[in-house]
């Protein structure tokens, strides 16, 4: 059993609650999403200005690439639009699944900058027109999609009662919440009074955030109705996003190879978002980690641009660098700004913006 020392404060369970329903909101994976078209964009530009030098047997970007990003995109595309529509099946793992497909080819490319950069295989960079900015792409969509995919998206599934929740409080998830922005006050995670459990093995009712009590395991039923368990609900483990209609995970603990321990999970919030076609206030406060860490995009505004580093400034904040500006969470927006000159709202809020590379 998971000792107290383990266990999340109570000002970490409402960080850790606030951040399972940041990573599995419409804001993140539209963000995600828009990652995706500019990656889609620049390979297409970059097939496109090959094409016209006469460099398509020479480029490092092929045409089959560039269907591959197609088809992802047209897969993320539509698991998003499933999402804005309260379709949280989009999360639930299968081969067929559309975040599935659409991560393919990501993981192929990501794969192949790295084999480059280990010196494994090379390509034509003088025949492969906007390699830079192509390059930058693949890794922020990268960045931005590992952010939230680890806590969103349900592990390769095959109905083995060892599948254990993503979510673990350990050191990697200590450091992350201590780098996120956060609202002052956070809200309290919710004590449901009609609370629903499930047991590891047992099949989940709703999408949602459940959490890991200490509780006996049952018998022979599936699920536990209210008046099945008493309070108060000593805390076990780390809450985690559960997905419905597939079988409960064990909570994930240290020491146990990756296996987890079996667990009474409780309900703490049923997701019903978007279904109603509403986005809540709570989403126009979202911030994320990456493509640039925070800590990280303040001192990128005091350098200088290079292929290997993003420019990064808030609204109200002076330019550091004259050029056209990107909104960080809508890539289709732009500015053009002098050096000095303070960078704007978008839509009446603070943003962060990313200098675009030429």
Same mark, same amino acid.
């Given at each position: 059993?998971?000792?107290?020392?383990?266990?999340? $404060?109570?000002?970490?369970?409402?960080?850790?609650?606030?951040?399972l329903?940041?990573?599995?909101?419409?804001?993140?994976?539209? &963000?995600?999403?828009?990652?995706?078209?500019?990656?889609?964009?620049?390979?297409e530009?970059?097939?496109?200005?090959?094409?016209? =030098?006469?460099?398509e047997?020479?480029?490092?970007i092929?045409?089959?690439?560039?269907?591959?990003? =197609?088809?992802?995109?047209?897969?993320?595309?539509?698991?998003?639009?499933?999402?804005?529509?309260?379709?949280?099946?989009?999360?639930?793992?299968?081969?067929?699944?559309?975040?599935?497909?659409?991560?393919?080819?990501?993981?192929?490319?990501?794969?192949?900058?790295?084999?480059?950069?280990?010196?494994?295989?090379?390509?034509?960079?003088?025949? #492969? @027109?906007?390699?830079? &900015?192509?390059?930058?792409?693949? #890794?922020?969509?990268?960045?931005?999609?590992?952010?939230?995919?680890? $806590?969103?998206?349900?592990?390769?599934?095959?109905?083995?009662?060892?599948?254990?929740?993503?979510?673990?409080?350990?050191?990697? =998830?200590?450091?992350?919440?201590?780098?996120?922005?956060?609202?002052? @006050?956070?809200?309290? *995670?919710?004590?449901?009074i009609?609370?629903?459990?499930?047991?590891?093995? &047992?099949?989940?009712?709703?999408?949602?955030?459940?959490?890991?009590?200490?509780?006996?395991?049952?018998?022979?039923?599936?699920?536990f109705?209210?008046?099945?368990?008493?309070?108060p609900? @000593?805390?076990?483990?780390?809450?985690?996003?559960?997905?419905?209609?597939?079988?409960?995970?064990?909570?994930?603990?240290?020491?146990?190879?990756?296996?987890?321990?079996?667990?009474t999970? &409780?309900? =703490?919030w049923?997701?019903?978002?978007?279904?109603?076609?509403?986005?809540?206030?709570?989403?126009?406060?979202?911030?994320?980690?990456? @493509?640039?860490?925070?800590?990280?995009?303040?001192?990128?505004?005091?350098?200088?641009?290079?292929?290997?580093?993003?420019? *990064?400034?808030?609204?109200?904040?002076?330019?550091?660098?004259?050029?056209?500006?990107?909104?960080?969470?809508?890539?289709?927006?732009?500015?053009?700004?002098?050096?000095?000159?303070?960078?704007?709202?978008?839509?009446?809020?603070? *943003?962060?913006?990313?200098?675009?590379?030429?």
């Amino acid at each position: 059993m998971t000792t107290p020392a383990s266990l999340p $404060n109570e000002l970490e369970r409402k960080q850790i609650f606030y951040s399972l329903k940041r990573w599995t909101s419409y804001t993140a994976w539209k &963000r995600i999403l828009d990652f995706y078209q500019a990656w889609a964009d620049v390979a297409e530009e970059s097939l496109r200005e090959a094409s016209a =030098l006469g460099l398509e047997e020479k480029t490092g970007i092929h045409e089959s690439t560039l269907v591959l990003i =197609l088809k992802g995109l047209a897969d993320i595309d539509e698991a998003v639009t499933r999402l804005k529509q309260g379709d949280k099946r989009i999360f639930k793992y299968a081969s067929y699944s559309e975040l599935a497909q659409a991560f393919r080819p990501l993981d192929h490319e990501t794969e192949m900058l790295w084999r480059l950069a280990e010196g494994e295989i090379g390509i034509n960079y003088e025949a #492969t @027109p906007l390699w830079d &900015r192509y390059a930058r792409a693949v #890794t922020q969509l990268t960045e931005a999609w590992s952010e939230c995919s680890l $806590n969103a998206i349900q592990p390769n599934f095959d109905g083995a009662v060892e599948t254990v929740a993503s979510t673990l409080f350990n050191d990697y =998830l200590k450091a992350q919440l201590s780098r996120m922005v956060f609202p002052d @006050p956070l809200p309290a *995670v919710p004590d449901p009074i009609d609370s629903l459990f499930v047991r590891t093995g &047992r099949v989940i009712e709703y999408s949602g955030i459940w959490e890991p009590i200490d509780a006996p395991a049952p018998k022979i039923i599936s699920l536990f109705r209210p008046s099945s368990l008493k309070g108060p609900f @000593p805390v076990a483990g780390t809450m985690a996003y559960l997905h419905g209609g597939t079988a409960a995970p064990n909570m994930a603990s240290e020491g146990t190879r990756g296996k987890g321990e079996p667990t009474t999970w &409780r309900m =703490l919030w049923r997701d019903d978002r978007y279904e109603d076609g509403a986005i809540s206030e709570e989403e126009k406060h979202y911030v994320f980690l990456q @493509p640039a860490q925070i800590e990280e995009a303040k001192a990128l505004t005091r350098s200088q641009p290079s292929a290997a580093s993003l420019i *990064v400034a808030e609204s109200g904040e002076g330019a550091p660098v004259a050029g056209r500006w990107l909104v960080e969470d809508d890539l289709h927006a732009s500015v053009d700004v002098a050096a000095g000159e303070e960078l704007p709202l978008h839509k009446g809020r603070k *943003v962060r913006w990313t200098l675009a590379v030429a």
